[in-house]
């Protein structure tokens, strides 16, 4: 079924450090993988999105990386800063859908 | 440039009430998502219309309904309101057949008292 798992559930890291977070996907048809930030009540922003034909996408400090083998994929933010702190989500879709599962979420922290 | 447009921002209802929620989608987008986010937790996928067709379900409650019309805006219904439907409700557009980058609305905020 459809399912994704997001870890960790919460990070703090220092200003210029990097974040990374990983998420799971449980269905192999699955070929779309966007990450979107949400600050405190506020809409989910697409930060960067990867389909299932590249392994990795980046765009200035962030990156993302898909392992299909194992069903994984992973959010990666260099040179940190506190404007990065939010929650961030990965999600998962399929072109034969209209729908995005989302993760659980990950509240980063980067401290001044 | 055009984002989603979501209306009304914020509502209070009370228990048993009904309450309708409009989205406008960006000009040109076909498909239109609904999501529900409670307090601290990820948005849950309700429904999608894509060319004015339900085209995908999810763990919408049965007291909830929803349509897209000609124009490709969505109304979600919501009957017989408990105080556990509170949350903030997004809706979220995107072109091309399939899943694709979405854009989200403000999202309206319903309180159920």
């Known amino acids: 079924g459809e399912n994704v798992e997001q870890h960790p559930s919460t990070l703090s890291v220092q200003e210029g450090d990097s974040a990374v977070i990983k998420c799971t996907y449980s269905?192999?048809?699955?070929?779309?993988f966007p990450w979107y930030k949400q600050e405190l009540g506020k809409r989910p922003q697409l930060i960067i999105d990867?389909?299932?034909?590249?392994g990795e996408k980046k765009d200035q400090r962030i990156a993302v990386t898909l392992n299909k083998t194992a069903k994984h994929f992973s959010l990666h933010i260099t040179e940190t800063q506190p404007e990065d702190s939010a929650v961030y989500f990965c999600a998962e879709g399929m072109d034969s859908s209209y729908k995005l599962i989302f993760g659980s979420g990950t509240r980063l922290l980067v401290r001044p | 440039a055009a984002g989603v447009i979501q209306s009304p921002r914020h509502l209070i209802k009370e228990k048993r009430e009904t309450a309708t929620l409009k989205c406008y989608p960006i000009p040109r987008h076909d498909t239109v998502y609904w999501y529900q986010q409670g307090p601290g937790q990820d948005p849950q996928f309700l429904i999608s219309?894509?060319?004015?067709?339900?085209?995908d379900k999810g763990s919408i409650p049965d007291r909830f309904s929803a349509q897209q019309f000609s124009d490709y805006h969505s109304e979600l219904n919501m009957s017989s309101l408990e105080l556990g439907d509170s949350a903030l409700y997004f809706c979220a557009s995107s072109y091309d057949e399939g899943v694709t980058e979405a854009f989200f609305g403000q999202g309206t905020r319903l309180t159920v008292v």
């Open positions: 990867i389909r299932s034909n590249v």
């Open positions: 269905d192999s048809a699955s070929n779309y």
């Open positions: 219309f894509y060319e004015k067709m339900q085209s």
